[in-house]
């Protein structure tokens, strides 16, 4: 709890000039995002594609023995905010995050399905568990518009994962090879 009034703490000392229109992430949407990933400043330029959508999105770091990497908030007037935590370190773990919680507010939070989405991606269904449908959504869009699945199953990636076959799918999508 304290991690997330934090995200929401700092959302609100950033707010964007334009409100949030509901529904407007989309699969489309994401995929917009992912491009992003391209290039060098990615990381920034999603922050200010987000904004210019009513979007907040914040890096507050995680608490110690607090395992989260991401959340999917709502602020007091109904605009969505993503906090990620960048627990692990990486440039394929961030945009995967930062597209899961997108994919919360678009096929849950805008659907009335949810106002808070907190997240340890690390988690993933135990044995003999039933997975929680709304993660494996996210997980499915976020997926999907980074490397849409009927790209994967002809990819020359799926079956021989070089680095040169990586960086070739990673072009012809126009995302990060991470």
């Not at 290039?39 to 200010?48: I, K, M, N, Q, T």
């Not at 904004?51 to 607090?66: D, M, R, T």
Request: charged share 25%; glycine share 6%; proline share 5%.
């Amino acid at each position: 709890k304290a991690w997330c009034w934090q995200v929401l703490a700092t959302a609100n000392e950033e707010l964007p000039e334009r409100d949030y229109e509901p529904h407007t992430v989309t699969l489309d949407f994401l995929k917009q995002v992912a491009r992003l990933s391209w290039s060098e400043d990615g990381p920034r330029l999603a922050r200010e594609f987000l904004s210019k959508q009513g979007i907040l999105f914040v890096v507050v770091a995680h608490l110690p023995k607090i395992y989260l990497d991401g959340a999917a908030l709502r602020l007091g007037d109904g605009r969505p905010v993503i906090g990620l935590t960048l627990r692990h370190d990486r440039i394929d773990n961030f945009w995967f995050c930062l597209l899961h919680e997108l994919a919360h507010v678009g096929r849950h939070m805008d659907n009335n399905e949810g106002e808070a989405f907190i997240d340890d991606l690390t988690l993933r269904r135990t044995e003999g568990g039933m997975a929680d449908q709304k993660e494996t959504q996210a997980d499915e869009w976020a997926e999907e518009s980074l490397i849409p699945k009927s790209v994967w199953e002809t990819s020359a990636v799926r079956h021989q994962p070089t680095p040169m076959a990586v960086i070739n799918l990673a072009n012809a999508l126009q995302v990060h090879p991470a």
